[in-house]
């Protein structure tokens, strides 16, 4: 399994939606356009010939960052969920548990 970002800024509203729904499907939402997701590395090129097909490549862009499987990942700021709140597909970390 590896864990990768995927982000995307669409102009077209009806596009837009389309590709959140998708994503929401598979990944976790960080922000409305960032997702967090873990999934093998032979499924990802399928998750982007599916992305792929909702937007319009001359004018949207939508990008898919490796995160390392060794790197830092943590959390700044304002929690990602309310309190009392805890999805467990996120790694501890992100979730200010060690």
Do not use: N
């Amino acid at each position: 399994m590896s864990d990768y970002l995927i982000a995307y800024d669409i102009t077209s509203p009806r596009r837009l939606q389309k590709m959140h729904r998708y994503l929401q499907k598979l990944a976790v939402p960080i922000e409305y356009s960032v997702f967090y997701l873990s999934l093998d590395e032979r499924q990802l090129p399928k998750l982007l010939a599916e992305a792929e097909a909702l937007i319009d490549k001359t004018r949207d862009d939508l990008r898919c960052y490796p995160l390392p499987q060794r790197g830092l990942k943590t959390r700044l700021g304002r929690a990602t969920f309310p309190p009392g709140i805890q999805y467990t597909g996120l790694p501890a970390q992100w979730m200010g548990e060690t």
